[in-house]
């Protein structure tokens, strides 16, 4: 409690925007020349949920998503836009925000299958199907996982394949 005091003293803002409540955004405000970070949200972490270690994983999987949407404006190469999107879709799914998480594969997925590439496409097929399969949509993610498949087939990429198929079971 006398940490969260100090935290609200120093006019630290976090937002709660995840039903666990994880502490997500912190301000970068300087204060007397020190920054305020992540050791800020741990403190804060420790206080509130009385754990650190899902709130600064939760803040740097956020500024993982700031840093590569900034990449994906500045970029025009379709195949580093797939491959930034499909990144932010799985920095979503690692921060269980499957419904955005979705968003981000669908429009990799769009980019993609224009430019055939089918590793990635099967890859991001594989992604949406497991996102689905966390929403509890099985139908959704049985038609996804059975794409990813047939294009592993396709590529003979055994690996993944066996992740496939692993996912299907």
Not at 60 to 69: H, V, W
Request: with cysteine.
């Amino acid at each position: 409690a006398r940490i969260l005091a100090s935290a609200r003293r120093a006019r630290r803002s976090y937002a709660h925007t995840f039903a666990d409540g994880c502490c997500l955004k912190w301000s970068a405000r300087r204060r007397r020349g020190r920054r305020i970070g992540a050791a800020s949200a741990g403190a804060v972490g420790r206080a509130v949920h009385g754990r650190t270690t899902s709130c600064r994983r939760l803040f740097a999987q956020q500024n993982k998503i700031d840093s590569l949407e900034k990449l994906l404006i500045q970029t025009n190469d379709t195949l580093l836009q797939t491959k930034l999107l499909k990144q932010i879709g799985d920095a979503n799914m690692g921060m269980n925000d499957y419904t955005k998480a979705l968003k981000y594969y669908f429009n990799a997925l769009t980019l993609a299958e224009k430019k055939s590439d089918d590793a990635i496409a099967a890859t991001i097929e594989s992604n949406i199907s497991i996102a689905y399969l966390e929403l509890e949509k099985m139908p959704e993610s049985l038609d996804y996982v059975n794409h990813a498949i047939k294009k592993y087939e396709k590529l003979n990429d055994r690996k993944n394949l066996a992740s496939a198929y692993n996912t299907l079971a």
